[in-house]
C-alpha cells in the first residue's frame, strides 16, 4: 500500500520556487510507478502538474512546462516539484499522486496548501 | 485540447436516490482513459472509476461508469450519506490529464 505525504513552505513570496516534497512510503520510489503532482484551486480546480517514471522520464502540463521540474531522490524515497516565478495564480492545495499508469492515479497525499504572497 | 463538461452543476437528490451524472468531451476520446473522482470537503479526491467502467479496488458496485465516444454517464443507483459529494471526470491523452469542473450532489 502506497502513502504519500507532502511537505514544504506554505507561503511563498512571487516570483520565488515553490518548493515541494512529497515523503513515499510501503513502496519503493524506484518501482513500477508513475508519481507526480496536481494542484487544486477554487478558481481553475483540478490541475495536472506533471509525473515523473523510473526517476528519468518526465511530463509537464504545456501550460506550466517552462516553470516546473520534477525530480526523485530514491535514497530518500521521494520526489519533489519546483515550480519557478511563482504569482498569485499559483497558489492553490498541492496534491502528490502516484499510480502503476499515467492515465488516472489510485494514490494521493493529503493535499498541502501553499500561497504566494508577499 | 480536450475540454470536458460536467452536467448538472449540481445534483440535489435525498439518500436512496439514484444519482445521474454525465461528463462530455469536446471530442471523441477514447473511453480507455477516462476516469471518475470523488472528493469530500478537505479531503483528497479518490478514483472510483477508471477505463470509463472499471471500479478501482474498494469501491462499493453502487457505483458504475459507462460511456463512449464524447458522452459519458457515472451512476450511484443507491445514494448513501456518505456519497453526498463532488464528482470529477478525468481523461488523458498525449501524457496529459484534464478534469472537468465537477458535479455536486447534495442533500435535498
Known amino acids: 500500500q502506497v502513502q504519500l505525504q507532502e511537505s514544504g513552505p506554505g507561503l511563498v513570496k512571487p516570483s520565488e520556487t515553490l518548493s515541494l516534497t512529497c515523503a513515499v512510503s510501503?513502496?519503493?520510489?524506484?518501482?513500477?510507478?508513475?508519481w507526480g503532482w496536481i494542484r487544486q484551486t477554487p478558481g481553475k480546480g483540478l490541475e495536472w502538474i506533471g509525473s515523473?517514471?523510473?526517476?528519468?522520464?518526465?511530463y509537464y502540463n504545456p501550460s506550466l512546462k517552462s516553470r516546473v521540474t520534477i525530480s526523485v531522490d530514491t535514497s530518500k524515497n521521494q520526489f519533489s516539484l519546483n515550480l519557478g516565478s511563482v504569482t498569485a495564480a499559483d497558489t492553490a492545495v498541492y496534491y502528490c499522486?502516484?499510480?502503476?499508469?499515467?492515465?488516472?492515479?489510485?494514490?494521493w497525499g493529503q493535499g498541502t496548501l501553499v500561497t504566494v504572497s508577499s | 485540447e480536450i475540454v470536458l463538461t460536467q452536467s448538472p452543476g449540481t445534483l440535489s437528490l435525498s439518500p436512496g436516490e439514484r444519482a445521474t451524472l454525465s461528463c462530455r468531451a469536446s471530442?471523441?476520446?477514447?473511453?480507455?482513459?477516462l476516469a471518475w473522482y470523488q472528493q469530500k470537503p478537505g479531503q483528497a479526491p479518490r478514483l472510483l472509476i477508471y477505463?470509463?467502467?472499471s471500479r478501482a479496488i474498494g469501491i462499493p458496485d453502487r457505483f458504475s461508469g459507462s460511456g463512449s465516444g464524447t458522452d459519458f454517464t457515472l451512476t450511484i443507483s443507491r445514494l448513501e450519506p456518505e456519497d453526498f459529494a463532488v464528482y470529477y471526470c478525468?481523461?488523458?491523452?498525449?501524457?496529459?490529464?484534464?478534469f472537468g469542473p465537477g458535479t455536486t450532489v447534495d442533500i435535498k
Open positions: 477505463a470509463a467502467s
Open positions: 515523473i517514471y523510473h526517476s528519468a522520464s518526465t
Open positions: 478525468q481523461y488523458y491523452v498525449s501524457s496529459l490529464l484534464t
Open positions: 471530442q471523441t476520446v477514447s473511453s480507455s482513459y
Open positions: 499522486v502516484a499510480d502503476i499508469a499515467n492515465c488516472w492515479y489510485y494514490y
Open positions: 510501503g513502496y519503493s520510489i524506484s518501482s513500477d510507478h508513475y
